[in-house]
T-cell receptor, first 115, second 114 residues
Framework: EPEVTQTPSHQVTQMGQEVILRCVPI?????FYWYRQILGQKVEFLVS????????KSEIFDDQFSVERPDGSNFTLKIRSTKLEDSAMYFC?????????????FGPGTRLTVT | AQSVTQLGSHVSVSEGALVLLRCNYS??????LFWYVQYPNQGLQLLLK??????LVKGINGFEAEFKKSETSFHLTKPSAHMSDAAEYFC????????????FGQGTELSVKP
């Protein structure tokens, strides 16, 4: 069964460093998302991406964040200068988004620890 | 704006007992609703979805949920809890726009006692 994959599973970085989180969505899906979950809190939306552009972003998704689909399979989230408060689990999700197929399938997540 | 509220951050049941996890939604348009399960240190797995077809939705692992418009609810149930059901459960509503982001509830941690 197709699944969303994410790498790395765990990333430790120092404050101020750049990190890139990688995701491979399900191959025939058209919509891509990043969410994050700070420890003990609910899952929060960061950004959605469709047709090679951002379709929506949250207040969290400021200028330090960017997303890219560099090729036909990968979807990346870049944080330019990490802060302590960026420590969280980051989930990638994808959805077909057409014909009523709106359910989002999530990857296993990348745990980002900023020290 | 659309939102979901999950009543009860922690629910504890005995093995074999009924599981009832509550979710209420707010939406000005017919909602698309979802339940996800998160096992420790894992991602979110889709349990079931409501997309305006049948109001009683069956999902994986014996779970089901009933959409009740009059009560703006989408509660998750399972007739008989199993130890393996212990996890965090999230209710979510899909926002009705181009991006279609999900808005999640706070989550309910389900404990199952032997």
């Amino acid at each position: 069964e197709p699944e969303v994959t994410q790498t790395p599973s765990h990333q430790v970085t120092q404050m101020g460093q750049e990190v890139i989180l990688r995701c491979v969505p399900i191959s025939n899906h058209l919509y891509f998302y990043w969410y994050r979950q700070i420890l003990g809190q609910k899952v929060e939306f960061l950004v959605s991406f469709y047709n090679n552009e951002i379709s929506e972003k949250s207040e969290i998704f400021d200028d330090q964040f960017s997303v890219e689909r560099p090729d036909g399979s990968n979807f990346t989230l870049k944080i330019r200068s990490t802060k302590l408060e960026d420590s969280a689990m980051y989930f990638c999700a994808s959805s077909h988004g057409q014909g009523g197929n709106y359910e989002q399938y999530f990857g296993p997540g990348t745990r980002l620890t900023v020290t | 704006a659309q939102s979901v509220t999950q009543l009860g951050s922690h629910v504890s049941v005995s093995e074999g007992a009924l599981v009832l996890l509550r979710c209420n939604y707010s939406s000005s348009v017919p909602p698309y609703l979802f339940w996800y399960v998160q096992y420790p240190n894992q991602g979110l797995q889709l349990l079931l979805k409501y997309t305006s077809a049948a109001t009683l939705v069956k999902g994986i692992n014996g779970f089901e949920a009933e959409f009740k418009k009059s009560e703006t609810s989408f509660h998750l149930t399972k007739p008989s809890a199993h130890m393996s059901d212990a996890a965090e459960y999230f209710c979510a509503v899909r926002v009705y726009n181009q991006g279609g982001k999900l808005i999640f509830g706070q989550g309910t941690e389900l404990s199952v006692k032997p």
